[in-house]
């Protein structure tokens, strides 16, 4: 959408917000102000409005039609340094289709406002305050941000979080995650453009990189992410949960495959107030193996007993024994977990509060 689509578009969608907080329009749009300090250019949309307690303000409005957080730094030091020179009562917003909450924060530390065509906003002037929050993104999902969680880069991205305060250069964590140099590069500078990563530079050294706003980057991973990306077979077995477990671990020492505990199974091991009856296990191998050694039935529903084949091997990275059994990451417990029904997300917040932001 062009810029001067969006015009009227954003017009509206103030008027609306503003409408319902009991600020009126005084008069017609003005004509746009050249700016001081970029030659030949215009703010894109100015308003006059008046408070519900009497006083004026002008609107200084500037419309992109993306920001991500690298732009919106660049474009609320622009329309600050724009506004410096104006009167007061002059209050500055960015606008965009859709402005994430990293944007939103973004034009808050710079105290300027923001809105969107989603109708998020955050709008503070004259004594008003104005915030609608969390309403989604009605527009195409942003490609850039749709390959970070790709299956080959959220291999990558497994790695970062799995050392959250490592530094790393571009092919140790290429070798280390097992991803070509160039997809590795073309991941960085996508998480660079989000602020998702930090680049350290020392005089004479190559640029290092670091994870950067993990708890923002692994909401949005979560949103994008289902356990059902892997292939599921589901079993009924005539035994226990536990009995299960056991016998699942047991069968898989025996054929030396690898496997890992996840969702219920593996909640109950790291955050255990979790109820369950129904096993979940991660097993990188043949599963038709399992199937014969123990007599497994394999049903369309009412299973009791649910094998993932890892859509990739990230999925098994950062394994961790408890009480003698594997389980998955921490982080790939949260993103099983987020979603799940029966309390999922509940112990999802949980290992995100105890066990994942500590380390970060």
């Not at 973004?106 to 004259?126: H, K, T």
């Not at 790291?270 to 599963?287: E, I, K, N, Q, T």
């Not at 408890?322 to 112990?347: I, M």
Request: hydrophobic share 40%; proline share 5%; with cysteine.
């Amino acid at each position: 959408m062009k810029e001067q689509e969006l015009k009227p578009k954003v017009q509206r969608m103030l008027e609306e917000l503003l409408m319902h907080a009991g600020v009126s329009l005084v008069g017609e749009p003005s004509q746009p102000s050249h700016r001081s300090d970029e030659r030949n250019s215009r703010t894109d949309l100015e308003l006059v409005v008046r408070t519900p307690s009497g006083g004026d303000f002008q609107l200084i409005v500037e419309i992109k039609d993306r920001l991500l957080p690298q732009n919106a730094r660049l474009g609320s030091l622009q329309l600050r340094n724009f506004l410096r020179n104006r009167p007061d009562h002059q209050y500055g917003i960015l606008a965009a289709p859709f402005i994430s909450p990293e944007v939103a924060a973004i034009s808050r530390e710079a105290g300027l406002g923001s809105v969107d065509l989603a109708g998020n906003c955050l709008l503070q002037f004259g004594g008003l305050y104005i915030e609608v929050s969390g309403r989604l993104n009605p527009f195409k999902e942003n490609r850039l941000l749709k390959s970070v969680f790709s299956r080959v880069s959220s291999r990558a991205l497994r790695r970062l979080f799995l050392e959250p305060k490592r530094t790393w250069s571009l092919s140790a964590l290429a070798q280390e995650a097992n991803v070509s140099l160039g997809q590795t590069f073309t991941l960085k500078n996508a998480l660079l453009l989000q602020e998702f990563l930090q680049e350290l530079r020392q005089e004479g050294k190559r640029a290092t990189y670091q994870l950067r706003n993990p708890r923002s980057l692994l909401t949005r991973w979560s949103e994008a992410y289902s356990y059902k990306k892997n292939r599921i077979s589901t079993f009924y077995v005539m035994a226990e949960p536990a009995e299960i477990e056991n016998q699942l671990a047991d069968i898989c020492r025996q054929y030396d495959l690898r496997y890992a505990f996840t969702l219920t199974s593996g909640a109950i091991r790291v955050a255990p107030y979790l109820p369950y009856s129904r096993v979940f296990a991660y097993v990188d191998g043949s599963v038709q193996v399992l199937q014969e050694a123990l007599g497994w039935k394999e049903v369309d529903s009412g299973g009791n007993l649910t094998i993932l084949e890892p859509y990739d091997e990230g999925i098994l990275f950062g394994l961790q024994q408890v009480n003698g059994t594997t389980v998955v990451s921490d982080l790939q417990l949260y993103l099983d977990l987020h979603g799940f029904p029966q309390r999922g997300e509940e112990a999802a917040d949980w290992i995100l509060q105890t066990r994942l932001e500590p380390s970060w």
